[in-house]
Nanobody
Framework: QVQLVESGGGLVQVGGSLRLSCATS????????MGWYRQAPGKRREAVAT????????YYVDSVKGRFIISKDNAKNTVFLQLNSLKPEDTAVYYC??????????WGQGTQVTVSS
């Protein structure tokens, strides 16, 4: 079973930055896709950013393009999400995910990001 633990969330003002971390119990090089999702109050969970095993293919939801950066450190089995130029709309619980098709996706417990003026 893959275990994921997120950290780095917190309260930040509009325009500020945060870096989220996701520590995994497995070798990231064995996981085809790692990603970050978020769920705001009253909204469905959405994919924010994903990164492939090779680290060369990235996905970003349109609303965060140019502001967020996903990266990973294979040696530390850790995935990061750098959040820049934060907006109130970015307020949500952010979840780390590991996808190994066709197996089920594994999820972390989430870390809260709150953006205020």
């Amino acid at each position: 079973q893959v275990q994921l633990v997120e950290s780095g969330g917190g309260l930040v003002q509009v325009g500020g930055s945060l870096r989220l971390s996701c520590a995994t119990s497995e070798n990231i090089s064995d996981i085809p896709v790692m990603g970050w999702y978020r769920q705001a109050p009253g909204k469905r969970r959405e994919a924010v950013a994903t990164i492939t095993r090779g680290g060369r293919i990235h996905y970003y939801v349109d609303s965060v393009k140019g502001r967020f950066i996903i990266s990973k450190d294979n040696a530390k089995n850790t995935v990061f999400l750098q959040l820049n130029s934060l907006k109130p709309e970015d307020t949500a619980v952010y979840y780390c995910a590991a996808t190994i098709p066709p197996m089920p996706t594994y999820w972390g417990q989430g870390t809260q990001v709150t953006v205020s003026s």
